[in-house]
């Protein structure tokens, strides 16, 4: 499975809800690292091998567009950071990848 499509799975699954500072809230909202690793989970569950880029790994290199954050936990967990921005991260991320043929 592309990469890109597994963080489309989490994407989407962050759009349904989002949270900080947990991997996961009581409302079942997920934090940015938590929803790529249940997505990662999910391809694995269906036979799919892991992906290279790994998912984290393309993540990280778009944040660097994004301000000085040294992790995506970091960038999640940020007073200053939206929903909607972590959604563009992911939107910025995927297109990268689709566009390399990830």
Request: glycine letters at 10%.
């Amino acid at each position: 499975m592309k990469t890109s499509k597994i963080l489309s799975d989490a994407r989407g699954r962050l759009d349904r809800g989002w949270c900080q500072r947990v991997g996961a809230d009581e409302h079942g909202n997920l934090c940015a690292v938590a929803a790529v690793g249940v997505a990662e989970s999910a391809a694995i569950g269906l036979g799919v091998s892991p992906t290279i880029p790994y998912p984290v790994d393309a993540l990280y290199e778009k944040l660097k567009e994004f301000g000085s954050y040294q992790t995506l936990v970091e960038f999640n967990d940020d007073p200053h950071t939206s929903k909607q921005d972590v959604l563009n991260l992911f939107d910025k991320t995927i297109l990268g990848l689709q566009e390399k043929g990830l």
